[in-house]
């Protein structure tokens, strides 16, 4: 069964700090890998896709991995900002279901000032 | 990216009755999918809105309760049939704009439905 596990399932941390949200997959056969952020009361918003080809990408002060051999990707956030605080999805598709997204539970991430 | 609008954005309905979601896009898609967010929980596919044919449905999921249509490349409905407490979530459409099927998915604000 595919599966895709987010932990922490929440974090706080000061403003300035560097963090690492984590994400697995149980099957290696994985197409891409997509990280979302959702606000309280609203829709999801895509913040990186990182193709199976690729091992990271990049925007701004997000990074995120992939490592296919060991099913894990990182979503790295440097220099946390309170406006970071959010619910931070990751889905992956796998091949033969290649639009299907499976979604982690989420890690909510509170930055205090 | 494309704009997703969805409507409505809440609603409170009685059980047994229905509830029809509308999920309108500022261009052509290629594929429009919609999702379920049950409270305290991550997202699951309901099904692919096929443009001029039958949705193809997720396992647990039927043509009888969740009916949609999707009559062109920029518009889906997603009905909720004879609405039980259990049918309490958000409901989100998402799309995929062009044929490459590696590109992102992009969501709408999602539908808020409580059940009296």
């Known amino acids: 069964k595919q599966e895709v596990t987010q932990i922490p399932a929440a974090l706080s941390v000061p403003e300035g700090e560097n963090l690492v949200l984590n994400c697995s997959f149980t099957?290696?056969?994985?197409?891409?890998l997509q990280w979302f952020r959702q606000d309280p009361g609203k829709g999801l918003t895509s913040l990186l896709l990182?193709?199976?080809?690729?091992r990271e990408q990049t925007s701004g002060r997000l990074n995120a991995s992939l490592d296919k051999s060991s099913g894990r990707s990182t979503l790295y956030i440097a220099a946390s900002q309170p406006g970071d605080s959010a619910t931070y999805l990751c889905?992956?598709?796998?091949?033969?279901?290649?639009?299907?997204?499976?979604f982690g539970a989420g890690t909510r991430l509170a930055v205090h000032p | 990216s494309a704009v997703i609008s969805q409507k409505p954005s809440r609603d409170i309905c009685q059980r047994g009755t229905s509830l029809t979601i509308q999920c309108q896009v500022d261009?052509?898609?290629?594929?429009m999918f919609w999702y379920r967010q049950q409270p305290g929980q991550s997202l699951t596919l309901i099904a692919t809105?096929?443009?001029?044919?039958?949705?193809?449905?997720e396992s647990g999921f039927v043509i009888d309760k969740f009916p949609i249509s999707r009559p062109n490349l920029t518009f889906s409905t997603l009905t909720v049939s004879n609405l039980s407490p259990e049918d309490s979530s958000i409901y989100l459409c998402?799309?995929?704009?062009?044929?490459?099927?590696?590109?992102?998915?992009?969501f709408g604000d999602g539908t808020r439905l409580s059940i009296l």
């Open positions: 998402s799309v995929v704009t062009t044929g490459n099927s590696n590109q992102p998915q992009h």
């Open positions: 099957d290696s056969a994985i197409y891409n």
């Open positions: 990182i193709q199976s080809s690729q």
């Open positions: 889905a992956a598709s796998f091949s033969g279901g290649y639009n299907k997204l499976i």
């Open positions: 261009s052509q898609v290629t594929m």
């Open positions: 809105a096929n443009q001029g044919s039958e949705a193809t449905y």
